[in-house]
Structures are given as structure tokens and as C-alpha cells.
């Protein structure tokens, strides 16, 4: 229920991140029955829980789409979003952390940071969300707080703010001792959530200790903590609070909490630190837009324009449900709002707060509200909605590059209609996904972000439409690069059909970058590309330069191994010509376009493919299998660490290899296997596989 009291001050709007398996969706559904939200705990392995509704997730037992819910906490509104943890899915996590004002990074005790989680915190990072770390499962065999916080100061180079110490160890892990109180938090079984009482006599001075190391660190950090602390040797409970809130706010720390989710053991202190270290609405900078070719900002205040963004589309039984962030204003039911992308106006139907996929209705949304709408026929993810006699764009989310492609028909020639209009609707949900015709065999190819990614969008045609669909074997999106240039290449563009001609003299040399971008998984975006000029004495204009810029960018589209994006290269435009009557921006860009294609066909040319970081984790007996089919999947090895009873191998591996690789695990290792992966961009493609990735 929303009272008068929920202005953007007692608001919070944050994210569930972290690994699959670490326990996301049990701390949101802990959240929930904590918060009164719900009156039963939801549990994964029943597929009872509350954000993870989508049949397939509930097969799967893991989240796939981002659900939003919300709930109420010591007189405070909590809107959450809890998020996939699989690496096929990282847009919906791009999406969410574009929309969330700071998250909760659940570790597991055991594993500490894993691949998933330092992705989704370099997510974090770009976005400046502020983060809590909660290490979550301290009930396992091996749980480690300790370990658990080195791994996040050494992979996450963050400063981990530890402000609880575990009472009782692994399956005796009964409570935490509360460092910034100095009081111990109990839970049992009776009807009480947890009780208060005074730090176990046992360790007593290890708590002390450990207070005295919050203190300094925080000292450290914060110039009016170290005040008091050169005064008092000490720090009251009140300014360490204060002091942990402003370094969790500007990122020169993270605080960190620990718990056991699944048997309801640390979730009320988790909600507190919530509600007390990351900000609100109105404690975040305002938001930033375009207003023509004016920035504008805009704070969190209801009574100012409405400005609002788009960051999730989605079709359910009742119609199609368009989820918002509300960065300014008000929104009321039945106002007209202009789409600022499109120059469209759009009626507000209904306004909902969202529980997952239960809603309940609201009469507006004010500045600071995560809320779905119903009523948009044209909105997409990524839209800014706005007042109309105040337009506004907001940066919309990055959609990542597909990496995985297959080819996709309807299985009986009558209801080839009805797909493309299920994958018009597939790629509106998710904008990650990308449909297109191949122009030269004719089939329609969908393409993702991992073989996952693809299986679940089929799946979702198959139940949700009836359809029958044949499903060809995936493709990689491969790269083309330079491995050695040319120079001094001359093209001269001349064309004569009657009136003003077209005329445009270039020189280009073109030479490979020397470093690649092999870490972000973005290799062949404009960053790999550089242009330059080098034209002295004007022989070529600035505007015509331009020109050729474009042309060269139109090249890239196709290379001369196998028709991929052209990515890693550097172009220099080192002379010209022009003609007084015959130049024109056309002409120099035709000239740049196939100028560089003729140049590319000259130069020697590599294949590049994607690559991939997997982390197998298998029971000790399985890791000489392992390690042989990972090497005869052209895998390389890079590290290994052994946990109770299981070894961790890391290695890189071309995503061409990986397809059908969790069937081939499950039999190495009877089951007991599993592995992620996470993109490490892309890698030349060696001579053996050459003539096969050609072929696709």
C-alpha cells in the first residue's frame, strides 16, 4: 500500500546481484517474508517462489527475466529487482542496474567471488550504483567469512567494511555479533525473528578486535570519523553509522553483512543496513538529458516536468506491461506523455505496482517510483517518456552485441505469419536478441547472447504461442581483422551519367591497432576502429574527410574472409583530391567505402572468434576428464583451486566449442559438474579451425 509518508526520501530502490547459485532469489524471497510481503518463505527447489514465475524458470531453477517487487521496512518503501545470475542474461542485469539507485551483492560463504559476480559488479561500477555485499550460505561445510571478504578485496579492489562477525561456524551458524552495536543477533525457532542480547562471553575480545579494525579503516577513509577518532580513540556507534553511510554512497567502501538465507538468518540486519547505508531517490545527483542540443537536469522532485525511462516491455495475459523509473514529476492515470524518441504522445491506462507478476493498481507515481504501466502501444525498452511541454531523452541502456546465432523456421509453411510475429514480440521483451533475414540463403536468424539465451527464447514461441519450430545448429558471430596493412593505397571514385558528376581521389594507409580490446567482449564496435588524417595543405576539405570517415565506417559491415564485421584496424587518410565542380560528401563517401574495401582485400587478413572464461567446477576424481576435454575443445588452462571436497579449473575456450558442452560435463562427471562463463572478447582463430569457421 502506498501511504502520503512515501516521498522519495523513504525510498529505496535496489538490485539482488551475484553468481548463480549464490542465493539471489532465496535472500528476495527472505526479503519478502521478512517485510510481510508474503506470508509463506518461497523456495527454489519447490518453485514456490515469488520472483522466479516464469514456468521456465521454475524447470530451470534459475532466474531468467528480472522481476520486480515491493515492500515495506521500518516506515520504508523498498522496490527490488531481482536478477539473472547466468551470463546469457547480463542485459536484463544492464537494463535493471540503468533504472536502481544501489543493490545487494550476494557471495556465496564457500566460493567468494565468483566470474558472474565480478561481472555484475563491473556492471555496477559503469552504472555507480552503490553496493552492500551480503555473503550469503555461512551454514555450508567450508563457509569462510574471511576468505569470503579477501576475495572480494582482491578481485572487486574495493575496501570491504565487515560489520558483523559469525557466531558458530558452518552448520552452527546461529547469529552475528553486530560490530557497529556491539550486541549479538540470535535467531532461532520460536516466534521471534531473531533476539538481541549481549556479545557471547567467547568472543568477546575477537569482537572487540574486530570493532577496532572497523574503526580504523573507516578512520581512514572518512575525515570526520578521523576526527573523533584522534580525539577519542574511538568512534560512537552514531558516527561510525554516519561515516558507513557516506562511504557506501560515493564507493570508497562496501560494507559487508553475512547470513544464511535459506534458514532465515540475517535478512532483518540485512533490510537495516538497507535502509540505513545506500541513498534514496532524492540523496542521488539529477538526472541527465538532452533537450535538443541542451543537457538539462531534472532532481527527484514530484512537482517538477515529468521525465521518465522505459527499461522494460513485457506481454502477460492482461496486456502489455511497460515497467518505468520515475526520475521527476508525477504520473497520473489517464495523462497524455510524449515519447521524446519518437515524437509520439501515449495515454497512461493504468499505473501498477508491480509484485513479480501479481499487480495492484495505484491513481500516480511519483519521482523516485519503480512502476508498469498499461496502455503504451509504441513505447520500447530504452524509451524516455515525458511532459510533453517539457522533452526530455535520458541515455537509454546499452544493449550488448549478440554473440550466438541460429537459424530458425516454423515447421509447417502456414504459420511462418505467425512466428515472425512471435519474434517481433520476442525482441520488443528483449532487446538483446536480434532477428534478421541471411541475404543470401533466405532463413531467419535470431541471435543472442549464449546458447542459453537461445534455447529459452525458443522455448518461450514454443509454450507461449503453440508454434512448431525447427531450430538450426548455432553460429558464431566471427570477426575479421588486419594482421598486416597496406600503404599508399590510391582510389579514385569518377562517375559521369549526365549532369553534375561525382569525383573523389583518396589515399589511405591501413594498419592493424596495436592493442585489441580482448577483455570487454565488445571487439567490433566503433572503439575498434580509428580514423585519422593526415592531409596537409587543404588538398582534401574537412567536410570531405568527414565523409571518408563515413565511407570506411559503411566498409566494416562486411570483410573479405567470410562477409563478418571488419573490427581492429586504423585507417589514415594521408592525401587527396578534389574536383571544383564534380566533389561532393557523396562522391568522398562512396570513395572511403570502397577505397578500405579494396584495401582490405590487399592486406592480410585474420579470422578472429569470440572466446570465453569457463569455470568448471567438478568433484576431485572428475578433473582429469575435465581437463582433457577442455584441451580438446582448443581450451586454455589458466588456473585452478580446489574447495572442499571439488576442484575449480578456469579456462579460456571459443564459445564455438562450448555448444552441447553441459551434456558432455554432466556425463564426465556423473552429474556432479556444472560451469559458467563470462565473455574475454575475441582471439585469432588458429589454422586447423580456420576453414571450418569459414564454412560457419
Sequence with gaps: MRTDQNTSTTVRNLGILAHVDAGKTTVTERILYATGATHKRG????????????????????????????????????????????????????????????????????????????????QADRHGVPRLVFVNKMDRVGADLDQAVASVRERLHVVPLVVQLPIGQEDGFTGAVDLVHMRALVWGEGPEPFVTGAVPEALCDEARRRRRLLEERVAELHPAALE?????????????????????????????????????????????????????????????????????????????????????VSATATGRLTCLRVYSGTMRKGDTVLDAGTGRTERIGRILHVQADRHAEADRAVAGDIVAVVGLKGTRAGSTLCAPDAPLVLEPPKAAAPVVSVAVEAAHSTETARLSSALAGLVEEDPSLVVRTDPETGQTVLSGMGELHLEVAVEKIRRSHGLHIAVGRPRVAYRETVARGVTGLVYRHVKQDGGAGQFAHVVLDVEPVEERDAGSGEAGGDGAFEFRSA??????????????????????????????????????????????????????????????????????????????????????????????????????????????????????????????????????????????????????????????????
Excluded at 567471488?113 to 559488479?121: D, G, I
Excluded at 522532485?301 to 522505459?310: Q, V, Y
Excluded at 567438478?618 to 580446489?642: C, E, I, Q, Y
Design 43 to 122: 523456495e527454489v527447489h519447490k518453485g514456490t517462489t515469488v520472483t522466479d514465475y516464469d514456468p521456465q524458470e521454475r524447470d530451470r531453477g534459475i532466474t531468467i527475466f528480472a522481476a520486480a517487487v515491493s515492500c515495506t521496512w521500518d516506515g520504508h518503501r523498498i522496490n527490488l529487482i531481482d536478477t539473472p545470475g547466468h551470463v546469457d542474461f547480463s542485459d536484463e542485469v544492464e537494463r535493471s542496474l540503468r533504472v536502481l539507485d544501489g543493490a545487494v551483492a550476494v557471495f556465496d560463504a564457500v566460493a567468494g567471488v565468483e566470474p558472474q559476480s565480478e561481472s555484475v559488479w563491473r
Design 228 to 312: 573523533e577518532y584522534c580525539a577519542t580513540s574511538a568512534l560512537s556507534a552514531s558516527t561510525l553509522t554516519a561515516a558507513l553511510r557516506d562511504l557506501t554512497r560515493s564507493g570508497e567502501g562496501v560494507v559487508v553483512l553475512c547470513g544464511s538465507a535459506y534458514r532465515n538468518r540475517g535478512i532483518e540486519p540485512l533490510l537495516d543496513a538497507v535502509v540505513s547505508y545506500l541513498p534514496s531517490p532524492a540523496d542521488m545527483p539529477p538526472v541527465r538529458g538532452t533537450s535538443g542540443a541542451a543537457v538539462e537536469e531534472r532532481a527527484a522532485d514530484p512537482s517538477a516536468p515529468f521525465a521518465a525511462l522505459a527499461f522494460k
Design 535 to 696: 592531409v596537409v595543405g587543404g588538398r582534401v576539405p574537412q567536410e570531405y574527410v568527414r565523409a571518408v570517415e563515413s565511407g570506411c565506417r559503411d566498409a566494416l559491415a562486411e570483410g573479405p574472409l567470410g562477409g563478418h564485421p571488419v573490427t581492429g584496424l586504423r585507417v589514415t587518410l594521408t592525401d587527396g583530391a578534389t574536383h571544383p565542380k564534380d566533389s561532393s560528401e557523396m562522391a568522398f563517401r562512396a570513395a572511403g567505402r570502397f577505397a578500405l574495401r579494396e584495401a582490405l582485400r590487399a592486406a592480410q587478413m585474420e579470422l578472429l572468434e569470440p572466446v570465453v572464461e569457463v569455470v568448471v567446477t567438478v568433484p576431485d576424481d572428475a578433473v582429469g576428464g575435465v581437463l582433457g576435454d577442455l584441451a580438446a575443445r582448443r581450451g586454455r588452462v589458466s588456473g585452478s583451486a580446489a574447495r572442499t571436497g571439488t576442484t575449480a579449473v578456469t579456462a579460456t575456450v571459443p564459445l564455438a566449442e562450448l555448444f552441447g558442452y553441459a551434456s558432455r560435463l554432466r556425463s564426465r562427471s556423473q552429474g556432479r559438474g556444472t560451469f559458467t562463463t563470462r565473455p574475454r572478447g575475441y582471439a585469432p582463430v588458429p589454422a586447423a579451425a580456420y576453414q571450418q569457421a569459414l564454412s560457419g
